[in-house]
Nanobody, 119 residues
């Protein structure tokens, strides 16, 4: 059973920084593409950043230049460094692990961690 555990959320002032971590167990971490999603109150969950098995990254336009996703395969962990935080970054941040089978992808999710940015 694949499990994802996010840590690092909290309350921060506008302009501040936070670093989220997501530890993965129960699978072969290097086989997964990893992503961070967020969901603000009353809104749909959206992709924030993604990193492939080979280390290629992509970001939502709203976070480009402020957020950085990285992975440490030796530690089975993916990170999201968030700088210059804005109140609109507030939400629950979820870690995602995606594995591709021949029949299609399967997604695993963490329980989420709250990020609140005060103005």
């Amino acid at each position: 059973q694949v499990q994802l555990v996010e840590t690092g959320g909290g309350l921060v002032q506008s302009g501040g920084s936070l670093r989220l971590s997501c530890a993965v167990s129960g699978g072969t971490f290097s086989d997964y593409a990893m992503g961070w999603y967020r969901q603000a109150p009353g809104k749909q969950r959206e992709l924030v950043a993604r990193i492939t098995r080979s280390g290629s990254t992509n970001y939502a336009d709203s976070v480009k230049g402020r957020f950085t996703i990285s992975r440490d395969n030796a530690k089975n962990t993916v990170y999201l460094q968030m700088n210059s935080l804005k109140p609109e970054d507030t939400g629950v941040y979820y870690c995602n692990a995606q594995y591709w089978y021949a029949s299609g992808p399967i997604d695993y999710w963490g329980q989420g961690t709250q990020v609140t940015v005060s103005s």
